[in-house]
């Protein structure tokens, strides 16, 4: 069986002796030494100035919003994992989508400042498989009219944009440190804020607010994350190298299999580099997607359907809105199996599959 995806897993007596370390101590959450000590190794490795350890990248989405005070309409992308669009409507805001850009796959920044009316107060948008939005375009809109700019970066850790880190963009970013990240820490989330008071103020947030055993400087909600979610990142973090090039060799692979295949690739941003997070293609029509798909599936292996369908036409708690290229998109994309102990014969394998599929 190939697995779409699969948790990396450091050695078990390096993760170990961050436990022994917990035992010692006996301190398990709140802040503990190995929380802050992976906000400060991920700040180094990242170069970043601001940033928190949260428990998910669905909470760091929800204190962005409340700590910038977003009200009314948030501008955001049909084209992301659910995540997105639900923090919106649980922080009380109205998601307005944008169409994507067709070839990128993110939203389409020609196409926002249509959608902005009065009641706008920022735009929220995805890095979809960690390919960066064109952040250039959004931060003029953005300040053009007023509108706070978050970034979910649940799929971009890693990545730089003109040479410093892609989470340094917009007022906040946010990063998904959930097991089926290429980074992870089981469960967990970044928040990176450009200005210290904002993430002070976030800070006071992820702790019920607490600014002192009996004082309160926010309205907070519990975000905090524990030493053994830190203990995973950490054991993590000293492999990540090893885990972004064996992804980077395995995504050369397949295109080298799947040169003559007529599939395409998001088109990535030529100022970024690329985390090899997902191994999306893009095929010429549904049929033949689902085609492979079936004939993949025949074999034990696993692919997904990232992101379908799109997510401004199937909320029970919303009105379904038409967006026409994500429609047209979403029915053509589907991410193969990318890992970090995927065989390169088991890549072959996959793309012999495929196009053996396409052609019968
Ligand atoms: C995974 C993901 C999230 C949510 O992150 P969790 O850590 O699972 O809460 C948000 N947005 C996108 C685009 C994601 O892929």
């Known amino acids: 069986m190939i697995p779409v995806t699969k948790p990396f897993l450091p050695p078990k007596e390096v993760y170990n002796a961050y436990l022994d370390g917990i035992w010692k101590r006996q301190w398990l959450t709140n802040m503990g030494p190995l929380a802050s000590e992976l906000e400060i190794r991920i700040k180094e490795r990242e170069e970043l100035n601001h940033l928190l350890f949260v428990t998910s990248g669905t909470i760091a989405l929800q204190i962005a919003i409340k700590a910038l005070a977003l009200k009314g309409e948030i501008i955001t992308t049909p084209f992301s994992f659910i995540a997105t669009t639900s923090s919106i409507v649980w922080e009380g805001c109205k998601p307005v989508f944008v169409d994507i850009d067709a070839s990128s796959l993110n939203i389409d920044a020609n196409k ?190 696993f692919t997904r359907r990232y992101f379908y369908p799109s997510l401004a036409a199937i909320l029970p708690y919303l009105e379904s809105v038409r967006m026409p290229v994500t429609e047209a998109l979403a029915k053509r994309v589907l991410c193969l199996p990318l890992y970090y102990d995927l065989a390169v014969e088991e890549v072959d394998l996959i793309c012999r599959t495929m196009l053996n599929a396409k052609n019968n």
């Open 112 to 301: 926002i400042e249509a959608a902005i009316t009065k009641d706008t107060s920022a735009i929220l948008a995805t890095h979809v498989y960690g390919n960066p939005c064109d952040v250039e375009k959004i931060a003029e809109i953005a300040k053009k009219h007023n509108l706070k700019v978050i970034y979910d970066g649940a799929h971009a850790f890693g990545v730089k944009l003109k040479g410093k880190s892609i989470f340094d963009y917009g007022d906040v970013s946010i990063c998904s440190l959930h097991a089926t990240k290429l980074y992870h820490s089981i469960e967990g989330g970044l928040i990176v804020a450009q200005d210290a008071t904002t993430l002070k103020k976030m800070e006071y947030m992820r702790n019920f607010g607490f600014a002192g055993p009996e004082r309160f400087a926010e309205l907070g909600i519990n975000g905090k994350n524990s030493e053994f979610h830190a203990a995973m990142g950490l054991a993590n973090l000293d492999y990540l190298d090893g885990i972004l090039q064996q992804r980077k060799e395995l995504t050369e692979r397949y295109w080298h299999r799947l040169v003559q295949s007529k599939l395409a690739a998001p088109i990535w941003h030529k100022a970024a580099t690329n985390n090899y997070g997902y191994m999306p293609v893009i095929f010429e029509n549904e049929e033949v997607l689902l085609k492979c798909m079936e004939q993949l599936k025949l074999r034990e292996i």
